[in-house]
């Protein structure tokens, strides 16, 4: 399924991503924030997409789907565009999961998801929205599963980030000096 394509032309199934993901997919690939030519990767790639921060999706030569974050963090979240849509789907606000010692045990990751959703689940209704029904109709949208059990798509999420290469940024600063970052997502 051309997940891209089938949200460039369909504008409600795009808001509605960006309603309950904050993801907004470009009309067309651009190439990756380089911040003036300061900025570059170890593995080549194209913006499909954007957070509403200025963050970057970039679908990566080999399939699968980086991030470059405004505030400098870089890496691998998923190995292909199905599970980069069932990552978001059922894990909206992602950045909040990333906390490493969470991952170590299947059941103690369960339930700080289950925290962060009830979170998320509060704050959409203080808003006066229904997070989890949103969630559901993007799922069926997209033919992606909502799952009530997120820890297996977490723990892929996890290993994703981990493997090599992984995706790293380079900046150069104006005096030549260069800032690397590590290509884990975790890492603070």
């Known amino acids: 399924m051309d997940y891209i394509k089938m949200l460039r032309e369909d504008i409600n199934l795009s808001d509605l991503l960006c309603e309950v993901c904050d993801i907004e997919v470009l009309p067309e690939?651009?190439?990756?924030?380089d911040e003036l030519g300061h900025l570059t990767y170890n593995i080549a790639g194209k913006t499909f997409a954007r957070a509403g921060s200025g963050s970057e999706y970039i679908l990566l030569e080999d399939g699968s789907?980086?991030?470059?974050?405004?505030?400098?963090?870089?890496?691998?979240?998923?190995?292909?565009?199905?599970?980069?849509?069932?990552f978001m789907v059922n894990c909206p606000y992602w950045l909040d999961y990333l906390d490493e010692e969470e991952y170590c045990n299947r059941e103690r990751l369960g339930e700080y998801a289950r925290e962060i959703f009830e979170e998320h689940i509060e704050n959409a209704e203080d808003m006066e929205f229904n997070l989890a029904e949103a969630q559901q109709k993007?799922?069926?949208?997209?033919?992606?599963?909502?799952?009530?059990?997120?820890?297996?798509?977490?723990?892929?999420?996890?290993?994703?980030?981990?493997?090599e290469p992984?995706?790293?940024?380079t900046y150069r600063e104006n005096d030549s000096s260069i800032h690397s970052g590590t290509g884990s997502l975790f890492e603070r």
């Not at 690939?29 to 924030?33: N, S, W």
């Not at 991030?67 to 849509?85: H, P, Q, T």
């Not at 069926?140 to 999420?157: A, H, P, S």
Request: proline share 2%; glycine share 8%.
């Open 29 to 33: 690939f651009k190439i990756p924030e």
């Open 65 to 86: 789907i980086g991030f470059w974050g405004s505030e400098g963090k870089c890496g691998r979240i998923a190995d292909n565009l199905k599970e980069f849509f069932e």
């Open 138 to 163: 993007l799922a069926n949208r997209l033919g992606v599963e909502k799952k009530t059990d997120v820890i297996d798509i977490l723990m892929r999420f996890y290993q994703c980030t981990k493997r």
């Open 166 to 169: 992984r995706f790293i940024s």
